[in-house]
């Protein structure tokens, strides 16, 4: 395969790190195979012309075990092993007979998501090793129904 010849329409910038935070529990017990629920969110910026050929949007990319509305860390330390926060952030750009306008929010909201998500993943991965708790990692996630839940 070759990168020039067979490259997408569909590109991206650099995902750019907007976040990271890591805070551990002095208190908090640690259990040898304990995982935790991580809470991957996307966010979809406005979607608009770049020239006249071209289209792009900003996508946002979340992953972290908190109430984001609730508690501070203190408080969400008491309860957790650690509190962990890591945003990321990219720009998408895709040419316009490339993919119909009524499917480029699909193709952000999965194929987007999943790029960012592939970012983050190691970061979580390497955050949590190097604390005294588990390799926290993050599955493959079905983006496909994220994006299928929100149409309706």
């Known amino acids: 395969m070759d990168t020039q010849k067979d490259k997408s329409a ?16 002095e208190e908090y ?3 040898k195979t304990e995982t935790f629920k991580m809470n991957v ?3 979809l910026g406005k979607l608009e012309d770049f020239d006249d050929n071209t289209r792009m949007a900003e996508v946002i990319l979340s992953v972290h075990n908190t109430d984001i509305n609730g508690k501070g860390i203190e ?28 499917d480029e929010e699909h193709y952000l909201k999965i194929n987007a998501a ?11 991965s390497q955050l949590t090793g190097m604390s005294r708790f588990n390799i926290q ?6 983006f496909t129904s994220m994006a299928d839940s929100e149409k309706n």
């Open 10 to 25: 569909f590109q991206f910038t650099n995902p750019e790190l907007v976040r990271s935070i890591f805070v551990t529990s």
């Open 29 to 31: 017990e640690v259990k």
């Open 41 to 43: 969110e996307p966010s």
């Open 75 to 102: 408080e969400e330390l008491k309860e957790k092993p650690y509190v962990v926060f890591i945003t990321m952030k990219a720009y998408f750009r895709w040419s316009k007979d490339s993919i119909k306008k009524k």
């Open 114 to 124: 999943s790029l960012l998500l592939s970012y983050i993943r190691p970061l979580l």
């Open 137 to 142: 990692t993050i599955p493959f996630i079905d």
